[in-house]
Nanobody
Framework: QVQVVESGGGLVQAGGSLRLSCAAS????????MGWYRQAPGKQREPVAT???????NYADSVKGRFSISRDNAKNTVYLQMNSLKPEDTAVYYC??????????????WGQGTQVTVSS
């Protein structure tokens, strides 16, 4: 059994900062990649930032230079530092974990989502 749990969302004024956390726990043999996605009302879920083995990172163009993804391997946790937030960053942010279990099966796991609201 694997759990992926996000925390850290909230309400912030434009220009402010928030830090999201996502912890994976359970029967994990290897974390292949972790990342953040977001879904605004009436829009499709979109990738925001990902980090894979070797600490290779990728960012959506809309957040480059403002958001930073990092991970703590000892804690199976990934963070998303969000600076210079804009109203258009308002969305539900979801954590995704690409994991290999002890049976060597590999699959994606999703967290429940955390709301980020940026006021103008």
């Amino acid at each position: 059994q694997v759990q992926v749990v996000e925390s850290g969302g909230g309400l912030v004024q434009a220009g402010g900062s928030l830090r999201l956390s996502c912890a994976a726990s359970g029967s994990i043999f290897r974390i292949n990649a972790m990342g953040w996605y977001r879904q605004a009302p009436g829009k499709q879920r979109e990738p925001v930032a990902t980090i894979i083995s070797g600490d290779i990172t990728n960012y959506a163009d809309s957040v480059k230079g403002r958001f930073s993804i990092s991970r703590d391997n000892a804690k199976n946790t990934v963070y998303l530092q969000m600076n210079s937030l804009k109203p258009e960053d308002t969305a539900v942010y979801y954590c995704n974990a690409d994991l290999t279990g002890y049976t060597l099966s590999r699959r994606d796991y999703w967290g429940q989502g955390t709301q980020v609201t940026v006021s103008s």
